[in-house]
């Protein structure tokens, strides 16, 4: 019987690995599962699947129902909560689980970079860093930094951004990649003096701390999650195609 392998996705890298394996294992029956926050999600290789699945007991009756062979958690760095609940899926159903996460961003000489371990951290630092933030860390947790009213905001996010926000904020509708023009451009336009982003990683979204150094801005970096213990990523789609047995190329 052909395997079916399911992907955890709504990243590039998610995208990129269904696509791999549509070339790479032909047989194979791929299913991408979406949480359905993004309205118009782009086309992709194979099944697609929308919603959530009820938590990790939930994830493991679709693994059975569905006959899964193998699990690949390619989620967002900071989709905590889904991350641990595949590695519990994983764990009461026997299947193997690889988990992609690309590089973290690091710092380089003229970065100006404020670690903070949560958007309420990042809350307590802005009212000492600067009065006009582009915030680029999505468009939920805005909660967090509503009772900032003396400062001005521009949130830019694929989605409009969820209640409750900052009272002064300007929203930018947009999806990466953003090239260094542009974001040194908005940043000149919008008079930013603060960038708050979360470490995503990936090129796509990079450009912006390479305009805020350049414009001697610091960066507010909310750090990633740590993984479940025991539990390791691989940086990259070929790191998942030699942890499912096979490798890109083949």
Do not use: Y
């Not at 955890?8 to 269904?18: D, K, P, Q, S």
């Not at 000489?109 to 404020?114: A, F, L, M, N, V």
């Not at 006009?132 to 003396?150: D, E, K, N, S």
Request: aromatic fraction near 4%; proline fraction near 9%.
């Amino acid at each position: 019987m052909s395997p079916h392998i399911l992907i955890l996705g709504g990243t590039t890298e998610a995208r990129e690995l269904a696509a791999e394996l549509a070339v790479q294992r032909p047989e194979a029956r791929v299913t991408t599962s979406l949480a359905g926050r993004v309205a118009k999600p782009g086309a992709l290789s194979g099944d697609v699947r929308i919603g959530g699945f009820g938590g990790a007991e939930g994830l493991a009756e679709w693994l059975r129902e569905h006959r899964v062979d193998a699990v690949v958690d390619a989620t967002h760095p900071f989709a905590e909560s889904i991350t641990a609940n595949a590695v519990r899926a994983a764990t009461d159903t026997g299947l193997p689980l690889v988990v992609l996460r690309r590089p973290g961003w690091r710092p380089v000489p003229g970065d100006r970079w404020h670690p903070v371990a949560s958007l309420g951290e990042a809350a307590e630092a802005l009212p000492g860093l600067g009065h006009h933030i582009l915030l680029t860390t999505g468009r939920l947790g805005l909660a967090a930094l509503a009772h900032l009213t003396q400062l001005h905001f521009v949130v830019r996010s694929v989605e409009p951004p969820e209640p409750p926000m900052p009272p002064d904020i300007d929203v930018l509708l947009a999806r990466g990649p953003f090239t260094l023009a542009d974001e040194t451009a908005l940043l000149r336009e919008h008079r930013i003096d603060v960038v708050v982003t979360k470490d995503s990683g990936g090129a796509a979204t990079a450009a912006k701390l390479t305009a805020a150094r350049e414009a001697g801005v610091p960066v507010v970096v909310v750090r990633r999650p740590p993984l479940p213990d025991g539990v390791s990523a691989v940086p990259d789609v070929a790191g998942v195609l030699a942890g499912l047995g096979f490798s890109a190329g083949r």
